[in-house]
């Protein structure tokens, strides 16, 4: 793998951790070359909104660590409202 020097990133994935190792895998030992990662999406899609609600997630993951902006404890779950946001209800 050290040869590869492009992530193509295709398809949104529900836990972007599975997307981390992905790109990780492309910068193993003996990489000399910048490592590029595109991401296709396409606008106003469900692939759109999982985008989005997976950053207010790690937002709200970064402040319970107190890494990001101060906040109370806010669950890192999938709420109803998160539902209704990602199906347009």
Not at 33 to 45: H, I, L
Not at 76 to 88: E, I, M, N, Q, V
Request: include cysteine; glycine fraction near 6%.
């Amino acid at each position: 793998m050290v040869a590869a020097c492009h992530v193509l990133l295709l398809d949104v994935w529900w836990n972007p951790t599975t997307e981390d190792q992905a790109i990780d895998r492309a910068h193993r030992i003996g990489q000399k070359k910048t490592v590029r990662v595109s991401r296709f999406t396409v606008r106003n899609t469900i692939e759109d909104r999982i985008l989005d609600l997976q950053e207010r997630k790690r937002q709200i993951v970064a402040s319970a660590f107190g890494e990001g902006e101060a906040g109370g404890q806010k669950p890192t779950r999938l709420s109803a409202a998160d539902l209704k946001y990602l199906f347009r209800l």
